[in-house]
Each structure stands twice: as C-alpha cells, then as structure tokens.
C-alpha cells in the first residue's frame, strides 16, 4: 500500500465532498464515514503486513495514520458543535462556542510541552511516543470515543491527533465568530500541490528575509501557511532535510513557478 498516494486521495475526497456538500452536519457525516473507513483499511495492513522496522512504524503512527486521524477527529467535534449549538438566542449560541473554544483551548493548553516537541521536529522519544511496544511504559494522560483498539494505538498518536484537530477546531470556531454564520463551509484556499513544494515555499520565505524583516521562524511561517492553506505539514524539519539530500532539482517547485510566471509574463498576459 502507497501510504502517501492513500493519504493524497483521501485529501481530495474530502474537499469533493466540502465542495458539494456546502452543509457542515451533512458533509462531516460522509467525511467521517470516510476517514473510519479508510482508518480500517489501515488497520488490516497493519495487522497481516506489519512494518519493516521501528523508523517504519514511527513514521506511520507519526504520519500517515495522522491524516485521516485528524480529520475523524476534527469533523466529529464540528458534529458535536453544530448539533448542540442552540437554535434561537445569539447569547445561547455565544456561549455554547465559547464553551467548545474553552475546551479545546484547555486540552491545548495541558498538553503544551509535548506539542513543542512536535513542533521543534524533536525525535528522541520517538520510539516511545509512537511505538506500541512501548506504549504500556506511559500512562495517556487523555481518553477519546475514537481510541483504536492496542493493534493499532501507541501512547501518544492519539493525543497528537487531538491536538491538531483541536487546533484546527479553534479556527473554525474564530470564523464563525467573525462571520456570525453557521452550517456552510467558507471558501477556503486549499493547498494543492505536495507537501514538500509548500516546505519549499516555507524555508525560501525564511532564508529571504520576506517575512517580517527576517526575524520569522521556520515554525512560524510553516504555521501560517498551513492554516492559510489548510494544508497539514506534519514534520517540515524533516521534509527540508529530505529536499537536501535530492541529488538534483532541489528548488524545482519554486524554480518550475518562476519559469511559469515567466512564461505567462512573456505571453503579455495578465
């Protein structure tokens, strides 16, 4: 299985489905069907072809299980808020999303450290964060309805999960407030091209000194642009080092969106 190609095409299924299913509680019912499916497809592959070795099952659990992880995830939460949200009193319905973004924010909030982990691209406790040999050696200190069974949970991708779905919730939250609306999806730019064409984007925006006179951090463009874009970067530290190590071609996105730009200049377009 070509986890990257599955994790592509679930993306795309999910924007079809925003896309042409504009209402929140009818689009997230199929998204979710969708990512616990595509969940157990995981899980089969998992249980009758295991992994090669530990850097292996690290990167799924760190990785690839995350995607339709987080989107279980999040989508699950965005049901429960437009379900419950009160249907008449805007200081009901204010004070039911202030409930929710004070949930979240909280569970954030407790779980700083270990998010600053991810962030700074840290991989020393690796094998004992996202293995499940290891994973009766901690205790999780968070439950959810979602929990996969021990065959296909380690003692921490869970929690990851939840706090980039968390993180993703609040921003939906902070659009409604600012739009007052509910149950449609906003127009939104969604990042199309690959993950390392946007670590790209990142580490150039950074070592040009574009972003604030150059006093930016990798962590915080790449976190800017994942929103903007609402793209899940995952670990760009590492992505960066891979761009690296091509033995050719290392800028091509950027170098191929010069030359299109060129290219569209030279036809006298506009």
Same mark, same amino acid.
């Given at each position: 299985?070509?986890?990257?190609?599955?994790?592509?095409?679930?993306?795309?299924?999910?924007?079809?489905?925003?896309?042409?299913?504009?209402?929140?509680?009818?689009?997230?019912?199929?998204?979710?069907?969708?990512?616990?499916?595509?969940?157990?497809?995981?899980?089969?592959?998992?249980?009758?072809?295991?992994?090669?070795?530990?850097?292996?099952?690290?990167?799924?659990?760190?990785?690839?299980?995350?995607?339709?992880?987080?989107?279980?995830?999040?989508?699950?939460?965005?049901?429960?808020?437009?379900?419950?949200?009160?249907?008449?009193?805007?200081? =009901?319905? @204010?004070?039911? &999303?202030?409930?929710?973004?004070?949930?979240?924010? *909280?569970?954030? $909030? +407790?779980?700083?450290?270990?998010?600053?982990?991810?962030?700074?691209?840290?991989?020393?406790?690796?094998p004992q964060y996202f293995t499940?040999?290891?994973?009766?050696?901690?205790?999780?200190?968070?439950?959810?309805?979602?929990?996969?069974?021990?065959?296909?949970?380690?003692?921490?991708?869970?929690?990851?999960?939840?706090?980039? =779905?968390? @993180?993703?919730? &609040?921003?939906?939250?902070?659009?409604?407030?600012? *739009?007052?609306? $509910? +149950?449609?999806?906003?127009?939104?730019?969604?990042?199309?091209?690959?993950?390392?064409?946007?670590?790209?984007?990142?580490?150039?925006?950074?070592?040009?000194?574009?972003?604030?006179?150059?006093?930016?951090?990798?962590?915080?463009?790449?976190?800017?642009?994942?929103?903007?874009?609402?793209?899940e970067l995952g670990d760009c530290?590492?992505t960066y080092t891979e761009i690296?190590?091509?033995?050719?071609?290392?800028?091509?996105?950027?170098? +191929?969106?010069?030359?299109?730009?060129?290219?569209?200049?030279?036809?006298?377009?506009?």
């Amino acid at each position: 299985m070509n986890h990257s190609l599955t994790s592509s095409a679930l993306e795309t299924e999910i924007q079809e489905i925003e896309a042409q299913v504009p209402n929140v509680i009818e689009a997230a019912k199929k998204i979710t069907d969708l990512c616990r499916s595509r969940l157990w497809e995981l899980r089969d592959h998992v249980v009758h072809k295991g992994f090669v070795d530990e850097a292996e099952e690290i990167h799924f659990f760190k990785h690839t299980k995350q995607v339709p992880l987080v989107h279980l995830i999040y989508y699950s939460e965005l049901l429960d808020l437009e379900l419950k949200i009160p249907v008449c009193g805007k200081k =009901a319905r @204010r004070q039911w &999303i202030k409930t929710k973004w004070k949930l979240w924010s *909280t569970f954030l $909030s +407790g779980h700083a450290q270990f998010w600053k982990y991810i962030q700074l691209g840290h991989t020393h406790w690796d094998p004992q964060y996202f293995t499940r040999k290891k994973k009766d050696s901690l205790k999780p200190a968070y439950a959810h309805h979602i929990a996969m069974d021990p065959i296909f949970t380690t003692s921490h991708d869970m929690l990851l999960g939840q706090l980039r =779905a968390y @993180r993703r919730a &609040i921003g939906y939250l902070r659009d409604k407030r600012n *739009t007052q609306g $509910s +149950g449609t999806f906003r127009p939104r730019l969604q990042w199309s091209s690959t993950k390392a064409a946007l670590t790209e984007l990142v580490y150039a925006l950074h070592h040009t000194g574009a972003i604030n006179g150059g006093k930016a951090e990798v962590k915080e463009i790449a976190q800017t642009l994942s929103s903007a874009f609402h793209c899940e970067l995952g670990d760009c530290y590492r992505t960066y080092t891979e761009i690296c190590a091509r033995k050719k071609d290392r800028t091509r996105f950027l170098d +191929g969106m010069a030359y299109t730009l060129k290219a569209h200049m030279d036809k006298g377009n506009v």
